[in-house]
T-cell receptor, first 109, second 115 residues
Framework: GQQLNQSPQSMFIQEGEDVSMNCTSS?????WLWYKQDPGEGPVLLIA?????ELTSNGRLTAQFGITRKDSFLNISASIPSDVGIYFC?????????FGKGTRLHILP | NAGVMQNPRHLVRRRGQEARLRCSPM?????VYWYRQLPEEGLKFMVY????????ESGMPKERFSAEFPKEGPSILRIQQVVRGDSAAYFC?????????????FGDGTRLSIL
């Protein structure tokens, strides 16, 4: 089946550091989505990318849709404690959304 | 996640019992999707429904699982004769249309535990 591969699986960082994570696919997606999931909650859409090469920001978050339409990255600048959570890349396929396995972000005290 | 309401938030069942999970979509949304999330995994699509119709159930096991979205009331995901492997978080999402440019909004899920 279709797979989205996210890396890294986990990240342990200090507060204030910048974060970078990425997502690759063996097949093309026409839309890339980045979601965040807090413990005990559902995923919340952070950024949606609709055009190859598009670079979009949402506050301290920046995401890019790769030119080949097979990859995307998400950057978080100056991390804060509430950034802790699981970040999923996802892509719509027909009427469903395909999710990656997530990158787990931990912030060290 | 205001808008998509799922209940119960937690459900405990013994093997062999039935589990009923409910989802009320956001106001004005007539498209409902169910996903399952196992620990350390992403969400996996199960079924997509519009009012009174199942559009795509390709991700839902053929046996023991069923879904409905009646004209009135919430969407229901029903699991009969539950087994330990059914333990997971089940999320519902809704959208205005089925277009890939229309985001799906997720509820906070039902965490099903099978004893």
């Amino acid at each position: 089946g279709q797979q989205l591969n996210q890396s890294p699986q986990s990240m342990f960082i200090q507060e204030g550091e910048d974060v970078s994570m990425n997502c690759t696919s063996s097949s093309i997606f026409n839309t890339w989505l980045w979601y965040k999931q807090d413990p005990g909650e559902g995923p919340v859409l952070l950024i949606a990318l609709y055009k190859a090469g598009e670079l979009t920001s949402n506050g301290r978050l920046t995401a890019q849709f790769g030119i080949t339409r097979k990859d995307s990255f998400l950057n978080i600048s100056a991390s804060i404690p509430s950034d802790v959570g699981i970040y999923f890349c996802a892509g719509p396929r027909d009427d469903k959304i395909i999710f990656g396995k997530g990158t787990r972000l931990h912030i060290l005290p | 996640n205001a808008g998509v309401m799922q209940n119960p938030r937690h459900l405990v069942r013994r093997r062999g019992q039935e589990a009923r999970l409910r989802c009320s979509p956001m106001k004005g949304h007539s498209h409902v999707y169910w996903y399952r999330q196992l620990p350390e995994e992403g969400l996996k699509f199960m079924v997509y429904l519009q009012k009174e119709n199942i559009i795509d159930e390709s991700g839902m096991p053929k046996e023991r699982f069923s879904a409905e979205f009646p004209k009135e009331g919430p969407s229901i995901l029903r699991i009969q004769q539950v087994v330990r492997g059914d333990s997971a978080a089940y999320f519902c999402a809704s959208s205005v249309t089925a277009s890939s440019n229309q985001p799906q909004h997720f509820g906070d899920g039902t965490r099903l535990s099978i004893l």
